[in-house]
């Protein structure tokens, strides 16, 4: 308890701003309740929060033995230097069984007030009257735009070598279809889907060319064949 005589002032804003300070960092600043507290004066509590003090004049939420419950800054002081934390006194147990005793609570004395209110009901009624601060936004980051990936380009080629025409496909790095042949008439085709000037005419070319060399081809083994038949004949009248 306080020295008789010593009044203890309040908190100040540059303490409540110490304590507000080191509630952040994690810690519960120790406060020495004042007369104005009541029958708790020169107790000392802990601070575990700090509400809105526009929303109520107590707004300072102690932690005293079991109960938490806010104050007003002129409630409280910070403790002197060698003072210790004292826990409220409980009631001592009885040898034999007796009629149970009310239950130790804190009680608040406030000048010329309207009706006691019991602790447990008065914190509700504060609890309920004070509203939530409101919770600020969460930023969403921002998705960064990926730009999808194509797929790898495709090549089909056509090719004429030795006699033969020859189709092949790739994608990229892969071979889809390595060359195989294909007819000269499927070659023409696919020639002709490709409007592109000159190469209907090389292509036409190599075909006349093919088509001149198989018809001497085929000239030569009718001749070949008209000597073997003859030569046939004259073999079988003998």
């Known amino acids: 308890m306080a020295a008789a005589g010593a009044a203890i002032r309040g908190l100040t804003p540059e303490e409540l701003q110490q304590i507000k300070q080191t509630l952040a960092g994690g810690r519960k600043p120790k406060v020495m309740f004042t007369e104005s507290a009541g029958q708790i004066a020169g107790q000392i509590g802990q601070v575990i929060e700090l509400q809105d003090p526009e929303a109520s004049e107590e707004y300072v939420v102690v932690r005293f033995g079991r109960d938490e419950l806010p104050f007003s800054p002129v409630d409280l002081a910070i403790p002197p230097k060698g003072v210790t934390t004292r826990k409220p006194p409980e009631p001592e147990p009885e040898p034999e069984p007796a009629a149970p005793e009310p239950e130790f609570m804190v009680v608040r004395e406030r000048p010329a007030p309207p009706k006691p209110m019991p602790v447990a009901e008065e914190q509700k009624s504060v609890t309920d009257e004070t509203p939530e601060a409101p919770k600020p936004p969460v930023k969403k980051?921002?998705?960064k735009a990926v730009?999808?990936?194509?797929p790898a380009g495709l090549t089909v080629t056509l090719a004429y070598e030795a006699g033969e025409w020859t189709v092949a496909a790739q994608q990229g790095a892969k071979a889809l279809a390595k060359p195989y042949v294909v007819k000269p008439v499927e070659a023409l085709k696919i020639v002709a889907l490709v409007d592109v000037p000159g190469v209907h005419e090389a292509v036409e070319a190599i075909l006349?060319?093919?088509?001149?060399?198989?018809e001497s081809q085929?000239?030569?083994l009718r001749a070949e064949l008209a000597e073997v038949e003859a030569r046939l004949a004259e073999l079988r009248d003998v």
């Open 218 to 220: 085929a000239e030569k």
């Open 147 to 150: 730009k999808p990936k194509g």
């Open 141 to 143: 980051a921002a998705a």
């Open 208 to 214: 006349s060319s093919e088509r001149a060399e198989a």
